[in-house]
């Protein structure tokens, strides 16, 4: 009797694809080599990120970003991408061509934490760089390394049949919470020489590109003595996705170098020390200052107390600026008699009234423009993404549910299967059991049967056998006297 065999989900799922990494907070990407693995027997899994690199002083040497599962705070699987998660600059670099977002499939991973990164045993204690400055590979690698939002593209012809719906039961298990992470055999990397884990600081630290290809042409400061034009600092990457409109980096802004009046001596703003919070203070002061006139511009100076850092070159000079002071409150004249150290005292305070009415005014002013300008590029950016992760991420949880429904109705299924092939079993051997007993009573008397016809078949054959024998030797008396006169008339 043949027996049906069902299949049962193998218990180890391992995806291992050619993968199109990219970091949204920082805009890079590069191509990877990804592993996810799922053991459904031990609620175990991990996320592996691998790139070859040229390291300089080491040459191309594997690292790899591990991402363990209490890592991920969601993780949304896009079957059908869209524009928002995937732009069009970056299609060709996805590992099989695509010509839109519709052909890509996404993985989206956010991360409480940043990942682990694995670096070979002969680069400990070193900090890594690349071997060449212009390479794009490291670059955004290492910021990848940095970011908390990972997304990785897939080309639809990378995918079979059932690899979305293990994509699915992974993100829906990291979602939960419900793995932890697989044990690692360091030892085995690098060509068994082993690998040692670190965090994104292991790279070197390199200043943010510029944001926009136009650079900032104003510079707030001072010329130098020799004439020739103040160096212009590196300026990290603004934090928003957009300048304000009013921004020098605005591409359809036209930006004019303001030139500086003889009396303001040269001073610069931003040390070679300088942290990232100053510098980004320094940004947002000269945006907010670009465009302004040398007059408001020295009233703020004046106002925050450093006028020390305003020289007057003329007497001129200074009597322009105090009867241009003067313009601002003509109601309060100064007494007659007073000497010229006086005046600049009144006109200093004037100027200090002045800039706490307008500054105050203008800070605010600047400050509303600026969150409107930040909350409509956030909205008109990031809502469309939000919007399709959340409705992503519902589908996904009903998917998962309604898969996880399927799973316990096909064990229902098979388990009712199975009882009934039991059943089936146990009938058929009982069956199996009285057909033979009925065989044997059947031979068995067959055999008796035929026992009593060998013996009446013997009891008859000995009574042929006597009759036969009885009739020949009648035959032969009769036979003997008619042969007798003959032989005496012969002698």
Not at 23 to 28: G, K, Y
Not at 268 to 297: A, N, Y
Request: one cysteine or more.
């Amino acid at each position: 009797m043949s027996t049906t065999t069902i299949a049962t989900p193998e218990p180890l799922w391992v995806f291992e694809k050619a993968v199109l990494v990219h970091a949204p907070e920082f805009d890079v990407a590069c191509t990877a080599r990804l592993r996810m693995a799922h053991d459904h027997n031990t609620d175990q899994g991990s996320v592996s990120i691998r790139i070859q690199l040229e390291l300089a002083n080491f040459g191309k040497q594997l690292l790899m970003l591990n991402i363990r599962p209490e890592l991920v705070d969601t993780c949304t699987v896009v079957p059908k991408s869209n524009d928002n998660l995937i732009p069009s600059r970056l299609f060709p670099l996805v590992p099989v061509s695509v010509t839109n977002s519709a052909a890509v499939s996404t993985l989206i991973l956010c991360l409480n934490s940043t990942g682990v990164v694995l670096v070979p045993r002969s680069t400990n204690d070193t900090t890594l760089s690349a071997a060449k400055p212009t390479d794009a590979a490291f670059h955004a690698f290492q910021r990848i390394c940095r970011s908390n939002i990972i997304h990785l593209h897939f080309s639809k012809q990378q995918l079979k049949n059932d690899d979305i719906r293990q994509l699915r039961t992974f993100s829906g298990a990291l979602r939960a919470g419900l793995l932890s992470a697989q044990p690692f055999d360091y030892k085995r990397l690098d060509a068994g020489r082993g690998a040692i884990e670190k965090d994104w600081r292991v790279f070197e630290a390199s200043e943010d590109p510029p944001a926009y290809a136009a650079s900032v042409k104003s510079v707030l400061g001072k010329r130098t003595r020799d004439g020739s034009p103040p160096e212009e600092p590196s300026l990290p990457a603004p934090c928003s996705p957009a300048p304000p409109p009013w921004s020098p980096t605005e591409v359809n802004t036209p930006t004019t170098r303001s030139c500086s009046p003889a009396h303001i001596s040269p001073t610069h703003f931003i040390e070679p020390t300088q942290s990232r919070k100053e510098r980004l203070k320094v940004l947002g002061l000269q945006q907010q200052l670009h465009g302004l006139p040398d007059s408001l511009v020295r009233q703020i100076l004046v106002g925050s107390g450093h006028n020390h850092l305003l020289v007057l070159a003329t007497e001129a000079g200074l009597e322009k600026l105090s009867k241009g002071m003067k313009l601002f409150n003509n109601s309060e004249s100064p007494p007659r008699g007073l000497t010229d150290e006086s005046e600049d005292t009144i006109a200093i305070t004037r100027i200090d009234k002045i800039i706490e009415q307008r500054l105050g005014q203008l800070t605010k002013d600047a400050f509303k423009r600026l969150t409107r300008t930040h909350l409509n590029t956030l909205v008109e950016s990031q809502l469309p993404v939000a919007a399709d992760l959340f409705l992503n991420g519902a589908v996904a949880d009903y998917r998962d549910q309604f898969y996880e429904e399927c799973q316990l109705n096909e064990n229902s299924v098979r388990e009712n299967i199975d009882e009934g092939l039991t059943e089936i079993r146990d009938v058929t051997n009982d069956c199996t059991k009285e057909v033979q007993e009925l065989a044997q009573q059947c031979m068995d008397s067959l055999d008796e049967h035929s026992k009593r016809l060998d013996a009446s078949a013997e009891h008859e054959l000995s009574k042929l056998k006597r009759w036969f024998a009885e009739l020949a030797g009648s035959f032969l008396d009769k036979e003997v006297p008619k042969s007798s006169p003959t032989r005496r008339v012969s002698m």
